[in-house]
């Protein structure tokens, strides 16, 4: 009976921390040695800086105030379900790690979550936008306000969950990159 109770007591914390349709727990980017999602979801492959997840829209040099739309992509064979959540912090300088920018969910595939002292804002799907929008393929649209003062060179980190619809947190594959945008020079 004890090895039954454990099976079914192992079990459910895998069943409870399989799939978090909403809400995953924030600081999980990759960025700033923040870990992945790969710390819930593993057995998996993790492609860290692999193409499987990208950005469209990011601008190369960010006007001050200026908003821009933002999407994440993620493209892996295989992609039953999926999730992800980014960030845009400075890169460097004296606020380096820091928030930089506004980002704004445009509908309800995403959310944000503020997280810490002073507050980073985690971009991250919700339980609509965990399931793909095209065959392997999943889309979150942001919006994302650049910070007021050009102060200095913005990265955005993205970990990316391409999960297999198993209900369980084995075999997901993990993938993270990071883009840059610096201020425009006036």
């Known amino acids: 009976m004890g090895l039954a109770l454990s099976l079914l007591f192992a079990g459910g914390l895998l069943a409870r921390n399989a799939v978090l349709p909403e809400n995953p727990p924030p600081a999980?980017?990759?960025g700033?040695?923040?870990?992945?999602?790969?710390?819930?979801h593993?057995?998996?492959?993790?492609?860290e800086g692999g193409d499987a997840v990208s950005f469209a829209g990011v601008p190369a040099?960010?006007?001050p105030g200026?908003?821009?739309?933002?999407?994440?992509?993620l493209a892996r064979p295989g992609t039953r379900l999926a999730g992800?959540?980014?960030?845009a912090r400075f890169a460097d300088g004296p606020r380096a790690g820091q928030q930089a920018g506004e980002l704004r969910p445009v509908d309800e595939r995403?959310?944000?979550?503020?997280h810490g002292a002073p507050p980073i804002a985690y971009a991250h799907h919700t339980r609509a936008g965990t399931v793909p929008t095209a065959p392997d393929t999943a889309r979150w649209v942001?919006?994302?306000?650049a910070p007021r003062e050009a102060a200095g060179t913005v990265v955005f980190h993205v970990a990316a969950n391409s999960a297999d619809g198993d209900n369980s947190p084995l075999g997901d594959a993990i993938v993270a990159a990071s883009l840059e945008s610096r201020p425009a020079s006036r």
């Open 28 to 30: 999980h980017t990759g």
């Open 32 to 40: 700033f040695g923040e870990p992945t999602c790969q710390v819930c």
């Open 42 to 47: 593993f057995g998996g492959p993790t492609d």
């Open 61 to 63: 040099t960010y006007e």
């Open 66 to 73: 200026r908003t821009y739309r933002i999407t994440v992509i």
């Open 84 to 87: 992800f959540q980014l960030a």
């Open 110 to 114: 995403a959310a944000i979550t503020e």
């Open 142 to 145: 942001l919006e994302w306000t």
